[in-house]
């Protein structure tokens, strides 16, 4: 009886390890993904920018000047460029670092789940693994912040008081059916937007996980 609470308790303790373990790994890689996602946004901008002004010269303000609609203060110009370069880092390095918070949130504990062993052990964070995907969580973590994203660009345009003036951000309801910029467009455009971008997850999930056991039971 004393031994098997002993197990029972070293066993609570392991679990307690890694799941801080697993917390700290979540954290971390999502301070480093967000980084590195908003590092390499911020230099495709302003090397986009520059390279726009050396080909279009002054027409060049024609292509990535609708950029200025979601970064404020941006111009096809060598001070545009940095403020691009600055909204770019914030918008894709908060973004990606939120997504993967929210889909290691989600997955959890579940995470053992997800995880296909080829050395079977009792410390699920230690084990050589090849790491599968999660549909649903993947497809609400991405969803969500692609919804949001819209949403909010959306209501600043609103509360900026270019909402009928953005013709630009207009011409996403050719792909999004409904929406429009006003609060219940972007609304409508949002929840759209959540579901192809779920449905789009899942399926991704799908095939990737199928490749991954095909590979790994070879």
Known sequence: MGNYQSMQSTNHQSQGVNLKLLNAAIKFNSLMLGLTAGTLAAVVIYIATHMSMAKWGDASGNYLGLLAIFFPGYSVSSGGAWVGAFWAFVYFGTCSSLSYRLYGRVVGTRVADVLLSAVPTENPVLKPSVLRLHGSSLGLALG????????????WLVIRGTAAESVHAALFSNYIPGYSVSLLGGLWGAIQLFVLV?????????????IVEMRHST
Request: a positive charge.
């Open 144 to 155: 969500a912040i692609a919804a949001l994203g819209l949403f909010c660009s959306t209501a």
């Open 198 to 210: 779920f449905v789009g997850s899942v399926l991704l999930a799908a095939v990737y996980n199928k």
